[in-house]
């Protein structure tokens, strides 16, 4: 069983449209993030859920919302699709805030293309 | 500065060389640490916790020093399987796990 799967797996949509990624974890953990993963590869967080409560909300376009209809989802609704949001978007869980001695679970991806 | 910096690389080794990998994060306040393995077009991977003392896995040795806010990674032995890029994590007091750009391995025959 896949521990955090997130879909779809690739997607490709023009500039304006608006799209979602869902996301889902079986490891009974308490908070679940978005990351992004740009051209450079650089990771970078976007958001934190904790128990279905946003507790990180980085310096994102408001075109980006994040949802968590109970604590083993966490879904990404992106609105007016840019260009430059083309990039991987992974989905992870971890069984605290910290982190604790275990890390992070990340999900496979989602490659997202916008032209 | 960023968060957490690690030099990009990449590191050319042959099979078998030794090699080393340094972190260094800027957020004195941050509490947990680890090492990630990312291979291409996949996703990243935990590879070890690093904690005061140091610990061991097999052929990876990991270490951290606080007063100097700095981590390592040490690969022995390495095999090609090894080649993948190392990301270098550092929780913060917001309990952001921030990572560092990532350094490349390249293990050749």
């Known amino acids: 069983d896949t521990a955090v799967s997130q879909t779809p797996k690739y997607l490709v949509t023009q500039m304006g449209n608006d799209k979602s990624i869902k996301c889902e974890q079986n490891?009974?953990?308490?908070?679940m993030y978005w990351y992004k993963q740009d051209s450079k590869k650089f990771l970078k967080i976007m958001f934190s859920?904790?128990?279905?409560?946003?507790?990180i909300n980085e310096t994102v376009p408001n075109r980006f919302s994040p949802k968590s209809p109970d604590k083993a989802h966490l879904n990404l609704h992106i609105n007016s699709l840019e260009l430059g949001d083309s990039a991987v978007y992974f989905c992870a869980s971890s069984q605290d805030e910290a982190g604790s001695n275990y890390g992070y679970t990340f999900g496979s991806g989602t490659r997202l293309t916008v032209v | 500065r960023k968060e957490v910096e690690q030099d990009p690389g990449p590191f050319n080794v042959p099979e078998g060389a030794t090699v080393a990998f340094n972190c260094t994060y800027s957020?004195?306040?941050?509490?947990?640490f680890f090492w990630y393995r990312q291979d291409c077009r996949k996703e990243p991977k935990l590879l070890m916790s690093v904690y005061s003392s140091g610990n061991e896995d097999g052929r990876f040795t990991a270490q951290l020093n606080r007063a100097s806010q700095y981590i390592s990674l040490l690969i022995r032995d390495s095999k090609l399987s090894d080649s993948a890029t190392y990301l270098c994590?550092?929780?913060?007091?917001?309990?952001?796990?921030?990572f560092g750009s990532g350094t490349r391995l390249l293990v050749r025959p």
């Open positions: 957020n004195s306040a941050s509490q947990s």
């Open positions: 859920y904790n128990n279905k409560e946003l507790i």
């Open positions: 994590g550092a929780v913060d007091s917001s309990y952001k796990l921030i």
């Open positions: 490891l009974g953990h308490d908070t």
